[in-house]
Structure formats: structure tokens, C-alpha cells
């Protein structure tokens, strides 16, 4: 099992940045994948950008140029830097970890943070 807290939330101005952090309570190293999702008002969780343990990344193409995600193993964390932040921006951001667990089966387990307020004012 593994906890997840985010900071770095908050408001910013149409054009600005704001980072994201995710802190595991365990090491990330074997973590298959891990990712921020956000969600508006009213609308379904939406991935934004993910990262596997190799370092491979996948972005929204919404967000593709202006947010970068990286992880730091050492410090058992996961970020997210973003730029030319825009109004639709405005969401809950959440930190996710996908596990995947080969024994006798496969098992597959999602863990959540409990998300991260960020607003964009035009």
C-alpha cells in the first residue's frame, strides 16, 4: 500500500506557473506508474501527465509544451511543473500511483492522494 499527499496548490494569474508535488509514503522505484490527474467542476478526472518507472512520459494533449512531469526515486516524490498556466487549467489535481503485482496472479491497484486545489484567474 502506499500514501500519497500533494502540495503545491493555489491560485495563480492566466500565463503563470505553479508546481505540484506528490510524496509517497514508500519507495517509488517499483511504482509501474505514476501520474496527476485533475478534475473541474462538474466534469470526470481526467489524466494529465503520467510517468512510468522507466522515465517515460505521456502528456494531455491539452497540456503538451507547457506542463512537465518528473519523479525523483530518491526522494520518493513526483512533480509537476506547469507553465503558461490558462483559466481552464482550474481543477483539483490529484497524484496517482498505478502498481502493478505479479505472484501467482496479477494484481493492479490504483492509489489516490486526496488532491490539490489550483486555480487560474484571467
Known amino acids: 500500500q502506499v500514501q500519497l499527499v500533494e502540495s503545491g496548490g493555489g491560485l495563480a494569474q492566466a500565463g503563470g506557473s505553479l508546481g505540484l508535488s506528490c510524496a509517497a509514503s514508500?519507495?517509488?522505484?517499483?511504482?509501474?506508474?505514476m501520474g496527476w490527474y485533475r478534475q473541474a467542476q462538474g466534469d470526470a478526472r481526467e489524466l494529465v501527465a503520467a510517468?512510468?518507472?522507466?522515465?517515460?512520459?505521456r502528456y494531455a494533449d491539452s497540456v503538451k509544451g507547457r506542463f512537465t512531469i518528473s519523479r525523483d526515486n530518491a526522494e520518493n516524490a513526483v512533480y509537476l511543473q506547469m507553465n503558461s498556466l490558462k483559466p481552464e487549467d482550474t481543477a483539483v489535481y490529484y497524484c496517482?500511483?498505478?502498481?502493478?503485482?505479479?505472484?501467482?496472479?496479477?494484481?493492479?491497484?490504483?492509489?489516490w492522494g486526496q488532491g490539490t486545489q489550483v486555480t487560474v484567474s484571467s
Open positions: 496517482n500511483a498505478y502498481i502493478v503485482e505479479v505472484t501467482a496472479t496479477v494484481n493492479e491497484y490504483d492509489y
Open positions: 514508500r519507495c517509488i522505484f517499483s511504482i509501474n506508474v
Open positions: 510517468i512510468t518507472s522507466s522515465g517515460t512520459t
